[in-house]
């Protein structure tokens, strides 16, 4: 199991994170997934309880990854605008934020999602995948480089993460 979520938190991170700090997360996850209530004994300024809709494990990895990794907002402009800051001053994007506020989610969601698939060419561009269940926001994803979507999805089956790209997924809520 550790090694498993070593290597998806590597991948989802899209190195934003230390190899410290991606070890550490998995070794809890890990232990949370193992023992929940020996974990919660030994963390207990541990928020978790079992009307939570996800494993302490999962609960661990979700919480445990920074603002530049996982995305949560209620609105697709206000998760760009989160995707935008985490990249940092330096890099150029063709859509702003505000473009998005008055479109309809497909079209917004298409817009990001062609955008962030032509950066970083060399690794498939990036696809935004919902991740996790959702716990306080409308949205939650994290950038998966294009060639390790196969990778991730795997991973996420094995350790039991409900994972899926997020164009894919709203294609086919909408279409329903």
């Known amino acids: 199991m550790k090694a498993a979520l070593v290597e998806l938190i590597t991948k989802i991170s899209s190195g934003c994170m230390s190899d410290d700090a991606i070890v550490k997360v998995a070794d809890e996850a890990a232990q949370a997934y193992a023992d929940p209530e020996a974990f919660l004994a030994a963390n207990p300024d541990i928020n978790y309880d079992d009307s939570f809709p996800i494993p302490l494990g999962e609960w661990v990895v979700v919480g445990s990854l920074p603002d530049t990794v996982l995305f949560q907002a209620d609105t697709y402009g206000d998760l760009f605008a989160q995707i935008v800051a985490s ?75 409900t994972a899926a790209p997020s164009l894919e997924a709203l294609k086919i809520a909408v279409h329903v």
């Open 87 to 161: 990249f940092g001053p330096g890099v150029d994007f063709n859509i702003k934020p505000k473009q998005l506020a008055k479109t309809e989610a497909l079209t917004a969601l298409n817009r990001i999602q062609v955008q962030m698939g032509s950066m970083n060419k060399e690794n498939g561009g990036y696809t935004l995948m919902n991740f996790s269940q959702l716990l306080d926001d409308e949205l939650q994803v994290v950038l998966v480089y294009g060639n390790d979507v196969p990778r991730v999805l795997e991973l996420c089956a094995q350790v039991g993460i």
